[in-house]
Every structure is written in structure tokens, then in C-alpha cells.
């Protein structure tokens, strides 16, 4: 505890006091533009990746950065997705895996949850990625199919986002993208799934552009026509 202590005192003796004008507007709002669903695990800091300010990321962490389907388990992730959507009003949701993951491992190794059933109840959400990876024909080495497995329950876990009503509705009216990524630690570089191509590309921050993983919004123009009328 004391080395959570001392950091709390270096935050409190050198950060607080130049950002305190930004926590005081934040004392009893936010209004974050990004939903950041990620692992639990220790080496992802979404602020710190991202340069965030407070007030910027509403972030939700679990094991294998999972959403269970709509109806399937009611979650903490599924209620912090509603409440983001429908009260915050985020505007994009990232849900983002990670290189080396533990859980993307232990899928490729079920005997290791064995002695952890809480675990392993909960990575049945991941089932879609090993069925997935269970039909790419190639023999790929652990280490190829460990990325691919953590690239398919990315797309997977995406799957799960559209099924939530909430999400759905928002996509559908163009006011809100749904992006899925891969960080990878050690080389500091984020690939994200591009739906039109099918498949993870790097994602390239001179160039700006982020690959889409959304569905066009299908009646935004008729929403505005009955709007307008
Ligand atoms: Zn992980």
C-alpha cells in the first residue's frame, strides 16, 4: 500500500494543483466522448496511450474485454454500455484487446481454467473467437494464433455490442461509431478491424483516418426529413 500512497501524494503535490481548474469544472459533470472497453490487465493505460484529459474516456475493464450478448447476462459492462449510450451519449465505443493477452491464452489452453470456474464461465463469451480460429484451415504457430484469437474476439465482442439495443439504436441513427482495436505493448502500436476489408489493419496516426467497424447509419436522412417536417 505504501507505494499507492506515495503516488497519491505525487499526484496530489504536482498534477492536481496545474490541472485544478479542469477538475473543477468536472465536479459535477462529464461528458466523455469515447466509450473505452479494454482488458483488465495491468500494461493497458487508456489514458496514458491516448494522452487523455480527465473527463475524456468513460472506461470499462474485465477480463478479455468481453460484452456478454443482449439478454444472454445482465453485466456491469452491458449497464455501463447503456448508461454511456443513453445518458452520456458517447460517441464512439472502442473495445480494445490486447497483445499477450491472459485470457486470449488461456482459451488456447482450457485446462488451465479448470481449478477457476469464474473464469471460465465468464470466457464463454469468448467461445465466438475460438470457433472462429478453429476454421482458418493454415497451421499457424501459438504465437500467430494467439494474435488472430485475440483479433477474432475483438470482432466477436462486437457482434455482442450490435445485440444491444441501446447500441443498435444509436447506430442506426448515425450517432455512434463502434470501432474495434488490437494494442500491442511492447511496439506501441494499435491495429483496428477495417469491416470493409475484413481484416485488422495498422492504424497510422499521421494519417488520421480510423478505419470504420460500423454499419452505415441506415435512416439518417429520413430521421431529418421527418424532423425537418
Ligand atoms: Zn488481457
Redesign the pocket.
Given at each position: 500500500m505504501k507505494r499507492l500512497i506515495e503516488g497519491f501524494e505525487l499526484f496530489r503535490r504536482d498534477v492536481f494543483p496545474v490541472q485544478r481548474e479542469v477538475f473543477r469544472q468536472l465536479a459535477d459533470k462529464q461528458s466523455p466522448h469515447t466509450l473505452f472497453i479494454t482488458?483488465a490487465?495491468s500494461r493497458i493505460m487508456p489514458e496514458m496511450i491516448f494522452s487523455a484529459q480527465p473527463g475524456e474516456l468513460f472506461v470499462y475493464r474485465n477480463?478479455?474485454n468481453i460484452v456478454p450478448p443482449y439478454a444472454q447476462h445482465v453485466s456491469g459492462v452491458v449497464a455501463a454500455i447503456e448508461y454511456a449510450v443513453k445518458v452520456l451519449k458517447v460517441k464512439n465505443i472502442v473495445i480494445c484487446g490486447?497483445s499477450d493477452?491472459?485470457?486470449?491464452k488461456a482459451l488456447m489452453n482450457p485446462a488451465a481454467l479448470v481449478d477457476k470456474p469464474s473464469v471460465q464461465a465468464w470466457l464463454k463469451h469468448a467461445d465466438v473467437a475460438s470457433y472462429v480460429i478453429a476454421e482458418y484451415g493454415a497451421a499457424m504457430t501459438p504465437l500467430e494464433t494467439l494474435r488472430r484469437l485475440t483479433e477474432e474476439n475483438v470482432v466477436g465482442q462486437l457482434e455482442h455490442l450490435r445485440t444491444l439495443p441501446a447500441v443498435a439504436a444509436a447506430i442506426a441513427t448515425g450517432n455512434l461509431g463502434i470501432h474495434g482495436w488490437v494494442y500491442d505493448i511492447e511496439h506501441a502500436e494499435i491495429s483496428a478491424f477495417d469491416a470493409q476489408a475484413g481484416k485488422f489493419v495498422t492504424l497510422d496516426p499521421q494519417s488520421g483516418e480510423v478505419p470504420e467497424a460500423t454499419p452505415h447509419a441506415r435512416f439518417l436522412n429520413s430521421v431529418s426529413t421527418a424532423n425537418a417536417a
Open positions: 482488458c490487465d477480463i478479455g490486447h493477452c491472459g485470457a486470449m
